[in-house]
């Protein structure tokens, strides 16, 4: 079987998402014992859960000697000593954080909030911090002790990866005031997900935006491409201006859309321009998956392989796409959604707005196609995977590689090692519709001189049929009940993948309206319609 291929296919198997190096929440395998003491000789070391009582003593012999700037004794009563030593050391000599008092709060049975309150001095500069936090007590698998359960959040809840540490100093980079398109101004406060994205432009565009820099406590990621978190200002540097492509109205409504579902994320573009309108990711982890995900799409990839169906001479929107109940490619059979009926009559347009995944890999056998065809229709066309998209920050430009077996098969429906993001989607409609590819972008080339990515686009004829496709499929397929209710020139593409371990399917919508194309990602979201398709429509009716 090839990589990445499901016997059963239910509209694309959804990749691993894949952020920066070593992305992803800390977790301490194994309990390791931390210094300081073992169980009493000749005895058994405990087990089972810690007791309240031993819970109490342990965070409070933490706390102690992490007041008192004992970074070891403080490790010692962790199940990481090593890690936790490192970054307890860094707290105070780094990020020159003195005066901690912390208070804990009530414990919900081995797990303890509490507050710390201190302060930040450097260079003649104080200023308070306060913030809170919480740790699990667990129980030492060799020695039965009662240990904290290292993970970096335990000293500050930004902290998420393991090698991420404190540092305060002059500014990396100095400030920013970003705006959008028409000069307003755009905060983390008023967009919360903007914030990793606000924390890259600063870093990459600060020197060029005319600011001057500050002095600030920052998280130092250990990812070498994102950008300091600040925590807090010791002394105010001066903000430079950076206007963005981003408008307010749109951000905002992607900001409320995708906190209707959890691990969602969406982005709009226009596609006269390649200007991106907004970008809004609701994710436990913080990571821009809108931008930088690397995921199987599903059938939101039929509107690239149709449009390669059709550049070939393989068929027409009109032309013949038979939507059998099964497909099989070289012994991997292909079925479709559960209830959709067969049609062996079936056209180009009928197979699209209902996504047949057997019409499409039925055709992938034609003359003259091949295993490199739909990559070349990606690249050539479409402008993907070449990593060549200048965006302004961070981005991922997504990977259609040439695949033979099944995989040829399972990449035309958006399977197989196909891997996108919303920000791949919304292009690939923008590009569907007009005809041309424009590099989406978030910061004009102009402050910086880079050149935008380009590619040949497609004949106005197939660009009309696909175009054509999309509004039967929001008006009469699949798309029709997230789109119902928004007027003007609508389109649409709906995609679900299996995932396995998971019962639920991941939903991916991409859509337009106007002179605005979006598309989102839900993970375990179910059909494209059911999550990533209100996501969409909600960001449609904003940019209309």
């Known amino acids: 079987m090839g990589k990445g291929v499901k016997a059963a296919v239910i509209g694309g198997v959804f990749a691993v998402m894949v952020g920066g190096a070593g992305y992803g929440a800390y977790n301490v395998v194994s309990a390791l014992d931390g210094g300081g003491g073992s169980g009493a000789a000749g005895s058994a070391p405990k087990s089972g859960p810690p007791s309240g009582d031993e819970v109490a003593e342990t965070t409070e012999k933490f706390f102690s000697a992490w007041e008192k700037?004992?970074?070891?004794?403080?490790?010692?009563?962790?199940?990481?000593?090593?890690?936790?030593?490192?970054?307890?050391?860094?707290?105070?000599?780094?990020?020159?954080?003195?005066?901690?008092?912390?208070?804990?709060?009530?414990?919900?049975?081995?797990?303890?909030?509490?507050?710390?309150?201190?302060?930040?001095?450097?260079?003649?500069?104080?200023?308070?911090l306060t913030y809170k936090s919480r740790l699990t007590v667990v129980r030492g698998e060799t020695t039965g002790r009662a240990l904290v359960d290292w993970r970096p959040s335990v000293v500050h809840p930004e902290l998420k990866q393991p090698d991420d540490t404190l540092v305060t100093e002059e500014s990396a980079s100095p400030p920013i005031e970003a705006v959008d398109r028409n000069g307003t101004v755009l905060t983390k406060e008023k967009y919360p997900s903007?914030?990793?994205?606000l924390d890259t432009l600063r870093q990459k565009y600060g020197d060029k935006a005319g600011g001057t820099p500050g002095v600030e406590l920052v998280i130092r990621h250990a990812a070498q491409e994102a950008a300091d978190t600040p925590l807090l200002t010791l002394a105010e540097g001066e903000p430079g201006k950076l206007r963005t492509t981003l408008s307010v109205g749109v951000q905002a409504a992607a900001e409320k859309a995708v906190e209707r579902y959890g691990e969602s994320s969406v982005v709009a573009v226009k596609p006269s321009t390649g200007e991106v309108l907004a970008v809004a990711n609701n994710r436990a982890d913080g990571f821009n998956a809108a931008f930088q995900g690397r995921v199987a799409?599903?059938?939101?990839?039929?509107?690239?392989?149709?449009?390669?169906?059709?550049?070939?001479?393989?068929?027409?929107?009109?032309?013949p796409a038979p939507c059998p109940d099964t497909a099989t490619w070289q012994s991997q059979t292909f079925k479709n959604l559960t209830g959709m009926e067969p049609n062996e009559g079936a056209t180009l347009a009928n197979?699209?707005?209902?996504?047949?995944?057997?019409?499409?890999?039925?055709?992938?056998?034609?003359e003259p196609l091949t295993d490199a065809s739909l990559t070349a229709e990606a690249q050539e066309r479409f402008g993907l995977g070449r990593d060549d998209w200048k965006t302004g920050v961070v981005s991922f430009d997504?990977?259609?590689?040439?695949?033979?077996?099944?995989?040829?098969?399972?990449?035309?429906?958006?399977?197989?090692?196909?891997?996108?993001?919303?920000?791949?989607?919304?292009?690939?409609?923008?590009?569907?519709?007009?005809?041309?590819?424009?590099?989406?972008?978030?910061?004009?080339?102009?402050?910086?001189?880079?050149?935008?990515?380009?590619?040949?686009?497609?004949?106005?004829?197939?660009?009309a049929q696909l175009k054509q496709m999309m509004r039967l499929t929001a008006t009469q397929g699949t798309a029709q009940e997230a789109m119902a209710g928004l007027g003007g020139d609508i389109g649409a593409k709906t995609g679900s993948a299996e995932v396995?371990?998971?019962?639920?399917?991941?939903?991916?919508?991409?859509?337009?309206?106007?002179?605005?194309?979006?598309?989102?990602?839900?993970?375990?979201?179910?059909?494209?319609?059911?999550?990533?398709?209100?996501?969409?429509?909600?960001?449609?009716?904003?940019?209309?």
Request: with cysteine; proline share 6%.
């Open 297 to 319: 799409p599903g059938s939101t990839m039929k509107i690239i392989t149709a449009a390669m169906l059709i550049d070939n001479g393989v068929t027409s929107m009109n032309g």
């Open 398 to 463: 997504g990977s259609v590689p040439a695949s033979g077996g099944p995989d040829r098969a399972a990449n035309a429906i958006g399977q197989g090692q196909v891997q996108m993001n919303p920000l791949n989607m919304a292009s690939v409609t923008a590009t569907a519709i007009t005809g041309t590819f424009r590099q989406p972008y978030l910061v004009s080339p102009e402050l910086d001189g880079r050149e935008l990515a380009t590619a040949k686009g497609l004949p106005q004829s197939t660009a």
């Open 351 to 366: 197979s699209f707005l209902r996504s047949c995944n057997t019409a499409f890999i039925k055709l992938v056998d034609e």
């Open 69 to 128: 700037g004992q970074a070891a004794t403080a490790a010692s009563y962790t199940n990481n000593d090593a890690a936790a030593e490192t970054l307890l050391t860094a707290y105070g000599e780094d990020a020159h954080i003195t005066g901690v008092k912390i208070t804990p709060g009530t414990a919900s049975g081995v797990t303890v909030p509490f507050t710390v309150s201190a302060k930040v001095s450097f260079e003649g500069k104080t200023e308070p």
């Open 194 to 197: 903007l914030g990793p994205v």
């Open 500 to 544: 396995d371990g998971q019962t639920t399917s991941n939903s991916w919508f991409t859509g337009f309206r106007g002179d605005v194309a979006a598309a989102a990602m839900t993970e375990e979201g179910g059909h494209g319609g059911d999550a990533a398709g209100p996501i969409v429509a909600d960001v449609l009716r904003a940019g209309g």
